[in-house]
C-alpha cells in the first residue's frame, strides 16, 4: 500500500510540474517551488551548451545537481546529448543556445530518448565529476540515448553518501526534464564490482523514505522521484547483510591453514548462511520457495536451494560448450569481460581522473578487465579491485587453464586433471557437475580474509564503507557479531561497540545497511518489502570464476527480482570461464548493455 500511495503521489505531482510548465521549454529561471517541487537549484542552462563537431554531440558539465553539497569536487553532473537532438545557435564564444529539435536517433527523439548514467565506483570508491569533454560518450549518443556522468562521493564519506548521491542527481534529471533533451522517466544506471551494487541498489531502492534525512542534507531536488527505469549490474559485490555467511558457505572449505578460533567462525558462518536461506523465502523461477538442508559432507549442502545453484554453475558451463568453437585458447578467452561501465562501455576510461599510476596499467594492460588498447587480453593478469585497496589474498590451490584445447572433450579433460567432478556427453554437448564444492575446489576458491567483506580487524574496504565519514573503518555484520560473541572471540567487543554508533543522520550500522542491501526491499520476508519504487527492467551478469563474492550474491538478487511484483524483465546469466570483469557470454558489454536498453524499451 505504501508504494502505490507513494507511486500515486509522486504521478500527480509530476501531472502538476508539466501542467505548470506545458511540456519542454528553454526556462532557465531558478524554482523556489513548482507544484510539490522544493529547491533553489537552477535548471539546465540551454544557453550554455558546449559543441563536439567531430561527434556530433552537445555537451555540459560542472552542473550542481544539490544546494549543499557534502563534497563540491564530486558532486555535479554532465550532460551530453546527441546533435540530432538540439538546434544549436552559435553564440559567438564557444557556446550554444540549442533549443529542441524533432530528428531521431535510432527511432529515438529529444522527448523520448533514454537516460544512461554509468557508476564507476569499484570498491565502493568515489566517482570524480568530469571537468571536460568525455568521449566514450559517443558509444552511447550514437544510439541515441542521453549520457549523463554524476560524480558521488565514495566509501571514505560512509555509506550511503553514494547512493543519496546519485539519487539526487536522478531527481535533478527529473526537475529538469521539461528542459533538456531526454526522458527522465527512462533512466538506466549500470557499473560494475562497486558500481554493479550501487547500480543494483539505484535499481531497487528508488523513493525510500529512508534515503530522506541524507537527501535533505546535500540539498536534492524534494518532491520528485529518484526511481530508475532499468539497471544493469556487472559482478555486483552487493548484499552485504548476507555477504560473509554466503562467502563461507560456498568457498570456505577452500581455506587453509585456519586457526582453530578461525575455523570455528567460518563453520558458524556457513551455518548462518543456511539459516538465512530458510527464513528469507526465495523462490525460484516456478515459485518453489528454496531451503537448505543438513548434508554428511559439508555444511548444509543439501537442499531444493542447493540444487538450484548446482544448476546454474552447470547451465553456465553448457552455455559456454555451445558457445564456444574449438579449437579454444583458455588465455585469450578467460580474461575476455570488460571494465566498469564507464565512458567508452567497458574500456576504464575514467576521463583523465585516475591517478597517473592507474591510468598507465591500463595502458600497459596490467589491470584485467580494461584490456590493452589493441584488445590484446593475454597480459590482464590483475584484477579491477587492485585500484580500490580491497584485501585480498592468493588462492592457495585450484586450476590454471592455459593454453589451447582441440575439442571440448580435451577442455573437459583438463577441469578434471586434479580430479573428475565433470561428467561430459559429447553426443549432446552437455556437462554436469558432482557437486558445488567440487566446482569451488577448482576453479572459485576464497581469496579473502576471514570475514570476507566485515574483516575481524577492520581492514576491508566495505569496513570503511559502513564507517562513518572518518575514512575508518567500522563493522556492520550483526551475524557475525554474534557468532564472536558465542565464540567468546576477542573480537567481539569491538563488534558490539561499532554496531551501536550512529552516523550524522542517527542511523545505525543495522540501519545504513538495510538501505545498502536490495534485497531489504525485494523479499517479502524483509521490513522494507514494498516500499520502494523498484526498477522495471535488469540485466544482471557475472564471471562464475570470480572469488570475489560468493555466487549467491548475485543468483538471489536475480531470483528475487523474478518474484517481485512489477518487475517486467530480469535477464540474467552467469559466464563461464570469466572472472571479476564486465562478463559477457558474446560480443562487447557495450554492444550489449545498448542493444538491451533498446530492447527494453521497444
Known sequence: MFRKTTAILLALSLVCLLAACGGKTESTETQTQEGAVMTNLAKIDMTKWQYNADDNVYYQIDIAYCETPADAANETLAVFVPGAYFLGTDNGDGTYTCELATQTVNGFTAETAPIVMPINTPGYSAMAALTDYASGAKDYTDAGFVYVHAGCRGRDAGAPAGVTDLKAAVRFL??????????????FTFGMSGGGAQ???????????????????????????DAVCGSMDWCPITNLDSADAAYEWMMGSTRSGLSDDGQAISDALA??????????????????VLTLEESESGIYQS??????????????????????????????????????????????DFDGELPDDLKEKIENGELQGFGKPDGD???????????????????????????????????????????????????????????????????KQASKNLGAFDQLDGGQGENTLFGYG?????????????????????????????????????????????????????????????????????????????????????????????????????????????????????????????????????
Open 174 to 187: 527529473r526537475y529538469t526534464d521539461d528542459v533538456c533533451a531526454g526522458d527522465a522517466e527512462r533512466i
Open 199 to 225: 547500480s543494483a541498489l539505484m535499481g531497487a531502492t528508488g523513493d525510500s523514505d529512508l534515503y530522506t534525512p541524507y537527501l535533505e542534507q546535500i540539498g536534492a531536488v524534494m518532491g520528485v522521484s
Open 271 to 288: 551455518a548462518q548462511f543456511a539459516a538465512y536461506i530458510n527464513s528469507a523465502g526465495i523462490r525460484d523461477e516456478s515459485g518453489n
Open 303 to 348: 537442499g531444493s536451494y542447493y540444487d538450484y545453484l548446482k544448476s546454474v554453475i552447470e547451465t553456465s558451463l553448457n552455455n559456454f560448450l555451445s558457445d564456444t568453437s574449438f579449437p579454444y585458447t583458455a588465455s585469450s578467452a578467460s580474461g575476455g569481460g570488460r571494465g566498469m561501465g564507464g565512458p567508452g562501455g567497458g574500456q576504464g
Open 377 to 443: 587480453d593475454a597480459a590482464d593478469t590483475t584484477k579491477i579491485e587492485d585500484m580500490d585497496n580491497i584485501t585480498r589474498n592468493e588462492t592457495s590451490g585450484g586450476l590454471s587453464l592455459s593454453g589451447t584445447y582441440e575439442t571440448a572433450q580435451d577442455y573437459i579433460d583438463a577441469l578434471n586433471e586434479t580430479g573428475a567432478w565433470v561428467t561430459y556427453d559429447a553426443d549432446s554437448n552437455t556437462a554436469s557437475i558432482t557437486s558445488i564444492d567440487a566446482f569451488v575446489q577448482a576453479m
Open 470 to 602: 572518518d575514512g575508518s573503518g567500522a563493522h556492520f555484520d550483526a551475524a557475525l557479531a554474534q557468532i564472536l560473541a558465542d565464540l567468546g572471540s576477542d573480537y567481539a567487543d569491538d563488534y558490539a561497540v561499532d554496531l551501536q554508533k550512529t552516523d550524522s543522520a542517527g542511523s545505525v550500522a543495522a540501519q545504513r545497511l538495510a538501505m545498502y542491501s536490495p534485497l531489504y526491499y525485494l523479499l517479502a520476508s524483509e521490513e522494507g518489502y514494498g516500499t520502494s519504487t523498484v526498477a522495471k527492467y535488469w540485466r544482471i551478469r557475472t564471471g562464475i570464476a570470480q572469488s570475489d563474492t560468493a555466487l549467491t550474491t548475485e543468483v538471489n538478487l536475480a531470483l528475487a527480482l523474478e518474484s517481485y511484483d512489477g518487475v517486467e524483465s530480469v535477464d540474467f546469466e552467469t559466464v563461464w570461464a570469466q572472472g571479476h570483469v564486465e562478463a559477457e557470454r558474446t560480443g562487447s558489454s557495450t554492444d550489449n548493455f545498448v542493444a538491451w536498453v533498446q530492447a527494453c524499451l521497444a
